[in-house]
């Protein structure tokens, strides 16, 4: 059974930082994608970040170029997301997707993942 679990979400303050984590299960987390997405309040779920297998390089939204730094730990089966600086517009719930095929000019788009976790809260409020 294939299972992705997040962690690491909270309440902080503006201008702290998170270190989100997706621990994956059941399937080995290179030989595929995997990317971070997030949802806000009343809105869509939006792609954040995603990589794929062997050296192509981390691909990132527009928002999310700068401040957040996505990592695997292929030894672990574990994706990291780091944001710093958070802002209040940061505040969602993120989610981490998995899909068996390879590539990075479609990763951020939502329909293409089979596998999802339940997500993690961030609050980013003073």
């Known amino acids: 059974q294939v299972q992705l679990v997040e962690s690491g979400g909270g309440l902080v303050q503006p201008g702290g930082s998170l270190r989100l984590s997706c621990a994956v299960s059941?399937?080995?987390?290179?030989?595929?994608?995997i990317a971070w997405f997030r949802q806000a309040p009343g809105k869509e779920r939006e792609g954040v970040s995603c990589m794929t297998s062997g050296d192509s390089p981390t691909h990132y939204s527009d928002s999310a170029k700068g401040r957040f730094t996505m990592s695997r730990d292929n030894a672990k089966n574990k994706a990291h997301l780091q944001i710093n600086n958070l802002d209040p517009e940061d505040t969602a719930v993120y989610y981490c997707?998995?899909?068996?095929?390879?590539?990075?000019?479609?990763?951020?788009?939502?329909?293409?993942?089979?596998?999802w976790g339940k997500g993690t809260q961030v609050t980013v409020s003073s």
């Open positions: 059941g399937l080995f987390m290179s030989y595929g994608t």
């Open positions: 997707g998995r899909v068996s095929a390879f590539g990075t000019t479609w990763c951020l788009a939502e329909d293409v993942y089979n596998y």
